[in-house]
């Protein structure tokens, strides 16, 4: 399979994972943000995982290269994938006359922990997937839950986003939802590779 195959399915992935973040924005509903970013994290396993691995995130992108699961090529073709998926979803709403929303900008001590917390979370669900800790059939629901729950506990101190591709698409000009999603990331694959080596 070519290289291009997996990274256009990043870019589609990241893509719908911003979209479906944005929806529910502008379109409040009794489902809770997080929750419908797991959910869609969860269909995307299924329907871009065996293409590319569904990572649709920098941050489980760059924990996956600290951990040697992914070159240091395609990682950076991933995150460049991720971002630009992610970017063309405010044009996109524009073009059917949809105003974008805008996360806002959140800075401090606080919500790098949330959105480093966040991060962490989700990439440990990823590892267990990846260390082949969790078998294929439950993969999506595994990731996509560990997202839910990412999100859901960042957004307690933060916004929740913990994806920098995510929080470019919506404007977040704030480089703690940039850089702590990557941290958080980072620490908790290399715990995993570290609890997962003995076994």
């Known amino acids: 399979m070519l290289p291009i195959r ?10 719908l994972l911003t979209l479906a ?13 997080p929750a419908i970013a797991g959910l ?5 396993v299924y329907i871009i995982g065996p293409i590319s691995g569904a ?18 090529v395609d990682a950076l073709c991933y995150v460049l994938s991720q971002i630009c998926g992610a970017a063309l979803v405010a044009p996109f709403l524009a073009l059917i006359s949809v105003i974008p929303p805008s996360g806002g900008a959140l800075d401090g001590i606080e919500v790098g922990i949330g959105e480093a917390l966040g991060a962490a979370i989700l990439v440990l669900g990823v590892c267990s997937v990846v260390y082949k800790k969790v078998s294929d059939g439950p993969a999506g629901v595994t990731i996509g839950g560990s997202l839910f729950l990412g999100a859901s506990t960042a957004s ?12 470019i698409g919506l404007g977040v000009g704030s480089l703690t939802n940039l850089i702590a999603p990557l ?10 590779r570290w609890m997962a080596k003995g076994k």
């Not at 997996?6 to 893509?15: C, D, V």
């Not at 973040?21 to 943000?33: H, K, R």
């Not at 869609?40 to 995307?44: A, E, F, K, N, S």
């Open 6 to 15: 997996q990274y256009s399915a990043e870019l589609l992935g990241t893509f």
């Open 183 to 192: 941290i958080g990331g980072v620490l908790a694959a290399e715990l995993y």
């Open 156 to 167: 307690i101190i933060s916004s929740g986003i913990v994806n920098p591709a995510v929080a």
């Open 21 to 33: 973040v944005s929806i529910s924005i502008l379109v409040p509903s009794t489902i809770p943000t």
């Open 55 to 72: 990572q649709v995130n920098p941050a489980v992108t760059v924990g996956l290269w600290c951990i040697g699961k992914i070159s240091t």
């Open 40 to 44: 869609t994290l969860m269909v995307l």
